[in-house]
C-alpha cells in the first residue's frame, strides 16, 4: 500500500495515510491502487481526503457494475442489490428477506467481495461493494419496498445482539412501536455512551410519538446529562403525567426522581 502511495504520488506517505488507505480499501488490491491513484490527483494532504470519494471513482463504479454485479444471474443480482439493506448477512437475515440457497457461497463463487463474519454462516460485503450497492437499492427499489425490507431484517439483526443496529432498521421502515419498546430497553445505556444517538434517534420519531412519555422521559435525561436543567424539567414532568394516566407508578416515580 505504502508503495503503490510512494509511485503514484512521489511523495513518501506518512503512517497515517497509509493505514487511512488500508481502511478504506481493507486490503483489496484494485481498491488501494485506485485509492493510490485518487491520492496523487488530489496531492498532498487533499490525498487522505479523496479516500471519502473513492467509491465514486469511475474505474471502481465500471469494475463494480461490469464485472461483478451485472454479470450475476438475474435472482442472485436482484438478491445481491435487496441484501445490501443489512451490514451482516445472516442465516436469519437471509430467510427474512428471501435470499436464494447457498446465497453466500454463489456470489462469492462469482466474484463478489464478501468476508465471513464469525464463522462460515454470515458474510458481509466490502464497504466499498456494500456502497455501490446501496445506491442501486436506492435507485431500483421505491421507499415502500425499502421500508419492507428494513423491517424484515430488523428483528434478525436484534437476534444477533446487535439491538443499535435493529433500531436503525425499525426507524428506517418507520416501524414505530418496535423502535419504541426498543429504545426504551436501550436508550438507559446509549444515555450514557452516545447521547448523541439517542437524540437522533428521537428527533427521527412523528411528532406524536415523541409525545410518549417513554420518550418524554428519556429527553429530560438527555438535558439534565448536558446540563440543561431548565430545559429537561418540561419533558420530565410531561413523562410523569403519562406514567400517572397509563397507572404505571413505578416509572412516574422514576421520572419523579
Given at each position: 500500500?505504502?508503495?503503490?502511495?510512494?509511485?503514484?504520488?512521489?511523495?513518501?506517505?506518512?503512517?497515517?495515510?497509509?493505514?487511512?488507505?488500508?481502511?478504506?480499501?481493507?486490503?483489496?488490491?484494485?481498491?488501494?491502487?485506485?485509492?493510490?491513484?485518487?491520492?496523487?490527483?488530489?496531492?498532498?494532504?487533499?490525498?487522505?481526503?479523496?479516500?471519502?470519494?473513492?467509491?465514486?471513482?469511475?474505474?471502481?463504479?465500471?469494475?463494480?457494475?461490469?464485472?461483478?454485479?451485472?454479470?450475476?444471474?438475474?435472482?442472485?443480482?436482484?438478491?445481491?442489490?435487496?441484501?445490501?439493506?443489512?451490514?451482516?448477512?445472516?442465516?436469519?437475515?437471509?430467510?427474512?428477506?428471501?435470499?436464494?440457497?447457498?446465497?453466500?457461497?454463489?456470489?462469492?463463487?462469482?466474484?463478489?467481495?464478501?468476508?465471513?463474519?464469525?464463522?462460515?454462516?454470515?458474510?458481509?460485503?466490502?464497504?466499498?461493494?456494500?456502497?455501490?450497492?446501496?445506491?442501486?437499492?436506492?435507485?431500483?427499489?421505491?421507499?415502500?419496498?425499502?421500508?419492507?425490507?428494513?423491517?424484515?431484517?430488523?428483528?434478525?439483526?436484534?437476534?444477533?445482539?446487535?439491538?443499535?443496529?435493529?433500531?436503525?432498521?425499525?426507524?428506517?421502515?418507520?416501524s414505530w412501536s418496535e423502535a419504541?419498546?426498543?429504545?426504551?430497553?436501550?436508550?438507559?445505556?446509549?444515555?450514557?455512551?452516545?447521547?448523541?444517538?439517542?437524540?437522533?434517534?428521537?428527533?427521527?420519531?412523528?411528532?406524536e410519538v415523541q409525545e410518549l412519555?417513554?420518550?418524554?422521559?428519556?429527553?429530560?435525561?438527555?438535558?439534565?446529562?448536558?446540563?440543561?436543567?431548565?430545559r429537561a424539567v418540561g419533558p420530565?414532568?410531561?413523562?410523569?403525567?403519562?406514567?400517572?394516566?397509563?397507572?404505571?407508578?413505578?416509572?412516574?416515580?422514576?421520572?419523579?426522581?
Amino acid at each position: 500500500c505504502a508503495d503503490l502511495m510512494r509511485e503514484r504520488s512521489g511523495i513518501a506517505p506518512g503512517a497515517d495515510q497509509v493505514d487511512r488507505m488500508m481502511q478504506a480499501t481493507e486490503g483489496w488490491p484494485l481498491g488501494i491502487a485506485l485509492a493510490a491513484g485518487l491520492a496523487a490527483q488530489w496531492g498532498g494532504g487533499g490525498g487522505v481526503a479523496s479516500l471519502d470519494n473513492l467509491a465514486s471513482a469511475p474505474d471502481l463504479r465500471e469494475y463494480l457494475s461490469e464485472e461483478l454485479l451485472d454479470s450475476l444471474d438475474p435472482a442472485l443480482h436482484e438478491a445481491a442489490i435487496d441484501s445490501s439493506i443489512v451490514r451482516v448477512i445472516t442465516p436469519a437475515v437471509a430467510a427474512a428477506i428471501g435470499l436464494p440457497e447457498h446465497f453466500a457461497g454463489r456470489i462469492e463463487r462469482a466474484g463478489m467481495l464478501i468476508r465471513y463474519v464469525d464463522g462460515p454462516d454470515a458474510f458481509a460485503y466490502h464497504p466499498l461493494l456494500r456502497e455501490f450497492l446501496l445506491e442501486r437499492l436506492r435507485d431500483a427499489r421505491g421507499e415502500e419496498e425499502r421500508r419492507r425490507l428494513h423491517a424484515a431484517v430488523a428483528p434478525a439483526v436484534a437476534e444477533t445482539g446487535d439491538t443499535i443496529g435493529a433500531i436503525e432498521h425499525w426507524l428506517a421502515a418507520e416501524s414505530w412501536s418496535e423502535a419504541v419498546a426498543a429504545i426504551a430497553r436501550e436508550g438507559p445505556r446509549v444515555l450514557r455512551t452516545s447521547p448523541e444517538l439517542l437524540a437522533r434517534w428521537i428527533s427521527v420519531l412523528p411528532i406524536e410519538v415523541q409525545e410518549l412519555p417513554t420518550i418524554r422521559m428519556l429527553e429530560g435525561q438527555l438535558e439534565w446529562g448536558a446540563g440543561q436543567h431548565e430545559r429537561a424539567v418540561g419533558p420530565l414532568r410531561d413523562a410523569v403525567a403519562g406514567y400517572r394516566e397509563t397507572d404505571d407508578a413505578e416509572r412516574e416515580w422514576l421520572a419523579r426522581f
